[in-house]
């Protein structure tokens, strides 16, 4: 795909400096630019790469004053990151605007699919399943019965959604990640065995949200397991059976999550941090990374360490923590100078 400077600054509504019919094909950073390429300048430490740059077309905000002679065609904006990010968002859509059904794949004679699909070869779409306008299911992936998708909704290759899933509009779930199966529910008998526990209720996925790739999300035990609105979830992480996480919370890789722990609204938790199961995590509330959640955590707090608690107290503790060894040493000398001391008696 070709674009010329103009059509960027016709989508950008920004101003051409330079030559309006210049080409990019491709994007790059400022320091790696290549001919036909497009690149963009924000943090001003960066300034110098712009007069060196073979990038074709490059994205600055209107303040920038160059210092030097640039070869290089400009499109001024208000906020040249801003305005890349819009073309990374438009360069997405274009390059995965793909339509049509590829052959072979399988779809059951119950499924209902809206307008504008695509379902890649090698995809099995189950009994009763409902795909709203613009979805598109790529390669390799497994929606099971009776699952509901959204509109506008993306499926990348490999995904697998286990029966009775329902998922809302504008969700992206990235490749290898598994919706839906099993909770990790066992009862323990007499002779040391362990049998399964049915797993029969499911998983809800609301609007606008995106699952990272290799995450699990189980289904509920009974009732739902619920992802809500606008969640974000980065890669590798573990959700488990009747799980609640709040609107527009963000989550980490590596993240384990135990059942049935409710999760609030705007919390940001980071990787590797483990959450134990049938805990209340207020709204609001951020978790340091590699974090070991054994209670339930009240709104607005910032919390660290293992067992976690209040950020200001871990951040104090850290002074001892890390001068123990010093610490320790000082008392050993304080004790020896104690033993070599002649008792006084008082008269």
Known sequence: MKFTAKQIADILEGEIVGNPNEEVSKLSKIEEGEKGSLTFLSNPKYNSFLYTTNASVAIVSNTFQPEKVITTTLIKVE???????????????????????????????????????????????????????????????YIGDNTTIGDNCVIFSGVKIYSETSIGHNCKIHSGAIIGSDGFGFAPSENGEYTAIPQIGNVIIEDNVDIGSACTIDRATMGSTIIRKGVKLDNQIQVAHNVEIGSNTVIASQTGIAGSTKIGKNCMIGGQVGISGHLKIGNNVKILAQAGISKSIKDDEIVNGTPAFKVQDFNKSYVYFKNLPKIASKINNIEKELKTQKPTINE
């Open 79 to 141: 906020n040249a990151y801003e305005a890349f990010s819009k073309i990374l968002a438009f360069y997405n859509e274009v390059k995965n605007n793909k339509t049509g059904r590829e052959n072979p794949h399988f779809m059951s004679d119950s499924a209902k699919i809206g307008e504008n699909e695509y379902i890649g070869a090698f995809s099995y779409i189950g009994e009763n399943v409902i795909l709203g306008d613009n979805v598109k299911i790529y390669p390799s992936s």
